[in-house]
């Protein structure tokens, strides 16, 4: 080019190119907003935002500069990170991390704060919570839903490895537990896999595990962890996010979960028996199912919760509760259908 600079070709991910433009730049404001706050995090000291209007191609068009006295990128940034769309989480700045875990830990929310949208309604952008901020990791600036991440180089399995039982039980049981995305990445390549999310009324302490106290020459020893059992929690919630790489509208998620939605209403004390019979219902693997395959489960329901001395009317009035949540349509003679 004549003033010196270089060519630059921008390098797309088009499998998340227009996921990413559809969630990134809904409202224009959101663009200054992102400008202003890139420019805080290469330290600048100032920032020159000017607007006009210039004829383009025969048309009036808007035209926005934004300068500033920040670092700056360089080529390879310029090329990937600012052109390219739907890339991997940044490595930028995670050198000065000793720990792999640090660093995990570091790039991961750092792509689900530019990634990550509210769930629970139209926000394109959840807000990282404050460092230091125990179990939160994002909060949704239009309606204050919680977010916890937990992210992992292996693929997702049966269990996630949580914080203290005791704690975790609590906020189940106070009705206090966040929202969990789980995100699988590729260590190679930090290519982010698999997300899945978890809805904060869908955790019953039947997808909790009890975890062995920590050995009496453990820093922090008789610390009692936990395991959340994703194989416990209902298939439809456990929504797919992000599926091999490619990942879903925020139409699609947003769908899964307000299908889910009247769960909330339930009283939480209650809440426990109407997960774990939809758990029992979904693993069946069939749209229609009657009475007695759920009583096939009697036992193992008679097992978490070892207080009920009545499981079967137990299981006949859950059934009753998702009929009414319209999770459940009734056929009669004791057939059901999934909706």
Not at 39 to 68: P, Q, S
Not at 205 to 225: D, M, Q
Not at 248 to 264: C, D, F, G, K, W
């Amino acid at each position: 080019m004549d003033n010196g600079w270089a060519a630059v070709t921008p390098k797309v991910n088009l499998e998340a190119e227009f996921w990413e433009i559809a969630n990134d730049f809904g409202n224009p404001f959101e663009l200054l907003r992102e400008a202003i706050s890139n420019a805080i995090d290469a330290k600048a000291t100032w920032i020159r935002i000017h607007f006009f209007v210039e004829e383009i191609e025969g048309a009036n068009t808007l035209v926005i500069e934004i300068e500033d006295d920040g670092s700056g990128m360089t080529y390879d940034v310029l090329a990937q990170d600012f052109w390219g769309l739907g890339f991997s989480p940044s490595t930028a700045g995670l050198d000065r991390y000793k720990s792999a875990s640090q660093r995990a830990r570091v790039g991961t929310e750092s792509w689900g704060a530019a990634n990550f949208f509210c769930p629970a309604c139209e926000s394109p952008r959840l807000q990282p919570s404050p460092q230091g901020t125990a179990t939160i990791d994002y909060v949704c600036p239009s309606c204050d839903c919680l977010f916890q991440l937990k992210s992992q180089s292996k693929p997702v399995g049966s269990k996630i490895v949580d914080a203290a039982y005791s704690q975790m039980k609590r906020a189940i049981l106070e009705d206090r537990t966040p929202n969990l995305f789980v995100l699988h990445y590729d260590l190679d390549t930090w290519a982010v896999r698999t997300v899945l999310l978890v809805p904060h009324f869908a955790f019953a302490l039947s997808a909790v595990e009890r975890r062995k106290p920590l050995a009496p020459t453990a820093r922090r020893a008789g610390w009692v962890g936990c395991n959340i059992l994703l194989d416990k929690i209902p298939v439809h919630a456990r929504i797919s996010v992000v599926n091999e790489g490619t990942p879903q509208t925020s139409q699609q998620v947003r769908a899964s979960y307000n299908r889910l939605r009247p769960l909330e209403k339930l009283q939480v004390e209650k809440r426990g028996w109407t997960l774990d019979v939809l758990q029992v219902v979904q693993t069946l693997d069939k749209m229609e199912f009657t009475l007695a395959d759920v009583y096939g489960h009697a036992d193992a329901l008679a097992k978490l919760h070892p207080n009920n001395a009545h499981v079967r009317d137990k299981i006949r009035q859950q059934l009753q509760v998702l009929r009414d949540l319209g999770l459940l349509e009734f056929l009669g003679s004791g057939s059901y259908r999934l909706r």
